[in-house]
Nanobody, 122 residues
Framework: QVQLVESGGGLVQVGGSLRLSCAAS????????MGWYRQAPGKQRELVAT???????NYADSVKGRFTISRDNAKNTVYLQMNSLKPEDTAVYYC????????????????WGQGTQVTVSS
């Protein structure tokens, strides 16, 4: 069993900042790519940013230059620093992790957190 627990969401004004955290726990041999996705009301879930276990990052064009993804491998935790927030960043943010539970097992890409609400008010 693997759990992803997110924290750090909330209400912020336009131009403000928030930092999201997501900690993975449970039966974990290694964590490959970790990432953040978001889903706004009436829209599909979309990728925000990902980071590999070697530190390579990828960002959606809409957040480049404003958001920074990072991770602490020792703590099995991924972060998302969000600056210069806009109303269109309002969404539920979900953490995802590609996890190998045992040295003999395949990578499971279906690990999701419960989601944390980010609301940017104008």
């Amino acid at each position: 069993q693997v759990q992803l627990v997110e924290s750090g969401g909330g209400l912020v004004q336009v131009g403000g900042s928030l930092r999201l955290s997501c900690a993975a726990s449970g039966s974990i041999f290694s964590i490959k790519t970790m990432g953040w996705y978001r889903q706004a009301p009436g829209k599909q879930r979309e990728l925000v940013a990902t980071i590999t276990n070697e530190g390579s990052t990828n960002y959606a064009d809409s957040v480049k230059g404003r958001f920074t993804i990072s991770r602490d491998n020792a703590k099995n935790t991924v972060y998302l620093q969000m600056n210069s927030l806009k109303p269109e960043d309002t969404a539920v943010y979900y953490c995802n992790a590609a996890i190998q539970r045992y040295y003999w097992s395949t990578i499971d890409y279906s690990n999701w957190g419960q989601g944390t609400q980010v609301t940017v008010s104008s």
